[in-house]
């Protein structure tokens, strides 16, 4: 007889109980930064209208598109008529575009929730991945650049990250360089794509793709040049924009964001990067990621979509918005051991023992006392022999296990052992939860 093959589609995962802990305790985190921040919850549906993606994230990001067949009588024709979203920002502005009356002057909202690209699996990198987006919708003023930096900076120093850099840029900083070195208007698109790269393939690397891309061997050499070199300190990277560019408004706005973000948990952390490229066409300002030094490529990334929104609504509205990309960062705090011990016990507090068959509601009423008292409870379900039900018990990391004895029963006790001390107690059963509950608060686990 065959088996069918077990593993999940290639580039995805199944989450197991504790893996559902970590992101649990991720998310709770990122959620409430943003709150405090004034941002409010959206969802949207899992799979768009086509055309809806088609045409919004550039040449790499349409290759990337799972599509999804017509189907019925239609299946036939190969054809797709509907999406897996991308990411969360196109739905976003299809959102504020649909119910513009609706929604208020300056819309600051957050979203976490899957996303599907087709693209090769790699550490770090899923087909199926959440992201948490915040965005907000109304207002030009560079007050929001700083305000979702200081955001993302703290939803990681919350999670413990003290190394990491917010990366920073423009696309009008971008766009003037390449001017200054010579790459032609048209091929501007072309010379952006590979230099997205350059972290990842390096300047040898992206001199190559942008050759192959037609573009002119001096100008691709003189935009390496510039896009190539990083300041540790942000006005020493102005200073050299403005040698190349002069007195240029995306340089301005570069230095006001820098400026007003000083004050936020992003302060001293913000690195001007003119390679910071961003592979996404519909970015109009300034552009930003957030990095740390053991991961290839970024933890999320953003910036200033103005015209987006009016590819459905026929006018532009400003919009801004960061992205954090929650499985990437789960890896790196995985590798780094940075979650709470908390983190990695079980789902239950004690678990409650049978004795044998005659105790076995007894020991269900037990339980539901136990809940009732605010405790996360467990009942083994046979009877068996103690030792087994308590090696069950540990590999579940339960703390404690009562135990409903014939003598316990007799004398309205209940025996509660500590799994980590090995100590056994018999208390009066109506203070069982509390006598549980203060054990628990007094000593951490282990």
């Not at 991720?26 to 409430?32: A, K, L, N, S």
């Not at 230099?195 to 002119?216: C, N, T």
Request: with cysteine; proline share 3%.
């Amino acid at each position: 007889m065959t088996t069918n093959n077990t593993q999940p589609a290639r580039g995805t995962r199944d989450f197991l109980p504790d893996d559902i802990r970590r992101r649990e305790y991720v998310v709770d985190i990122v959620r409430g930064v943003y709150e405090r921040y004034g941002f409010e919850p959206l969802e949207t549906p899992a799979f768009e209208n086509i055309e809806t993606l088609l045409g919004k994230y550039g040449e790499e990001g349409n290759k990337l598109i799972f599509k999804i067949l017509k189907r019925g009588e239609h299946e036939a024709s190969g054809a797709a008529d509907l999406a897996l979203r991308y990411d969360l920002t196109v739905p976003l502005a299809r959102v504020v575009a649909q119910y513009q009356n609706e929604l208020p002057k300056f819309f600051k909202r957050y979203q976490i929730q899957p996303v599907w690209r087709a693209d090769r699996p790699a550490r770090g990198r899923f087909r199926e991945f959440y992201q948490c987006d915040i965005d907000a919708i109304g207002s030009t003023s560079l007050v929001v650049e700083a305000e979702l930096l200081g955001a993302v900076s703290e939803v990681m120093t919350t999670l413990g990250f003290s190394d990491f850099v917010v990366r920073l840029n423009h696309r009008g900083v971008l766009t003037a360089l390449l001017e200054a070195a010579g790459v032609a208007g048209d091929k501007h698109g072309e010379a952006l794509v590979a230099l997205d790269k350059l972290d990842k393939i390096g300047a040898d690397g992206v001199a190559k793709e942008l050759a192959s891309r037609g573009i002119d061997s001096g100008a691709a050499s003189t935009a390496l040049s510039f896009f190539s070199v990083v300041e540790e300190a942000s006005h020493a990277t102005l200073a050299r924009l403005k040698s190349v560019l002069g007195d240029h408004a995306a340089v301005r706005d570069l230095e006001s964001i820098v400026a007003l973000a000083e004050s936020t948990p992003a302060g001293g952390r913000i690195r001007i990067d003119p390679s910071l490229a961003r592979g996404l066409s519909y970015y109009t300002g300034a552009i930003m990621e957030v990095a740390v030094p053991d991961l290839a490529g970024s933890l999320g990334g953003g910036g200033r979509y103005d015209n987006l929104i009016g590819m459905f609504l026929g006018r532009d509205v400003p919009a801004c918005g960061f992205s954090l990309g929650l499985e990437r960062i789960i890896v790196v705090m995985t590798e780094r051991n940075m979650f709470p011990a908390s983190i990695a016990h079980g789902a239950v507090d004690v678990m409650v023992s049978i004795w044998n068959d005659d105790t076995r509601a007894d020991a269900i009423a037990l339980a539901g006392e136990l809940r009732r008292g605010g405790l996360r409870v467990d009942v083994y379900p046979e009877v068996e022999k103690l030792g087994k039900q308590f090696k069950y018990a540990a590999g579940r990391q339960a703390r404690f296990v009562a135990i409903l004895g014939d003598d316990e029963r007799a004398r309205g006790e209940v025996a509660i052992k500590d799994l980590v001390t090995g100590h056994q107690e018999s208390i009066a059963r109506a203070g069982a939860a509390d006598y549980i509950a203060r054990r628990l608060s007094a000593e951490p686990k282990t």
